[in-house]
């Protein structure tokens, strides 16, 4: 009996991921359409250690220099190598650390080294995304290991975007990654129950992000090529 192969037959999108985080390719992945494939690139990222293990909260100055050339730029050149359709930018708090401006920079510098592939920066693409759907009022949770202080430049850059931010701050999880934390099936007041499986995070707020605007060229695509 014939199986899917994975192949992306509709669309295939890259992502630039710390090199030690699963979480962006993998839940890309589980939210993609068929037909749509995830292919990852790696970036280091000075905040972990083997296995994955890292601080409880990460400091400023590794999330800025992630972003610093070369090797975020020279993996984009890379992916770009590959026939993809779009590549993710798949790290959050770079831009709630550097700023919005920053990340205009970002996208057209990487852009330089994609050979015409676009290059999605998530908390940009996001209020891009979010303006469009008529949202006026945010509320940012955000992964365990982001500190109050990283939380509250996050509230900043969506509020300099013009959204109400209403909540903001850092789950109130475990901050190891390696032990895959998750909360248990759960219905929400006020509406018809809502049962999750397990929900799991890692770097959710960056992927929930790109997803989100990813959503737009996805739909575009499977238009054009269904």
């Known amino acids: 009996m014939w199986q899917p192969d994975g192949w992306g037959w509709r669309a295939r999108i890259g992502v630039l991921t710390p090199h030690a985080d699963i979480g962006p390719e993998a839940e890309l992945r589980a939210m993609a359409p068929d037909g749509v494939s995830i292919h990852a690139a790696r970036i280091p990222l000075g905040v972990y250690a083997a296995g994955g293990k890292m601080d409880q909260t990460i400091g400023d100055d590794p999330v800025r220099t992630f972003a ?22 798949g790290f959050t708090s770079s831009s709630y650390v550097r700023g919005a401006a920053d990340d205009a920079v970002l996208k057209n510098r990487l852009e330089t080294r ?42 900043g850059y969506f509020q300099g975007k013009g959204f109400e931010v209403v909540h903001h701050g850092p ?28 929900l799991k995070l890692s770097s959710l707020a960056a992927t929930a992000f790109a997803a989100l605007a990813l959503s737009r060229l996805w739909k575009k695509t499977l238009r054009g090529r269904c």
């Open 171 to 198: 789950a109130g999880l475990p901050s190891d990654q390696t032990s895959a934390p998750s909360i248990p099936a759960s219905s929400m007041s006020g509406s018809a129950p809502i049962h999750l499986r397990t």
């Open 114 to 155: 994609t050979r015409g592939i676009p290059v999605i920066i998530p908390c940009a693409a996001a209020a891009l995304a979010l303006a469009s759907l008529g949202v006026t009022k945010l509320a940012l949770i955000n992964p365990p290991w982001f500190s109050v202080e990283l939380s509250q430049k996050g509230a």
């Open 68 to 89: 610093d050339p070369p090797h975020v730029d020279d993996a984009a050149e890379l992916l770009a190598a590959a026939p993809l359709h779009a590549i993710v930018y």
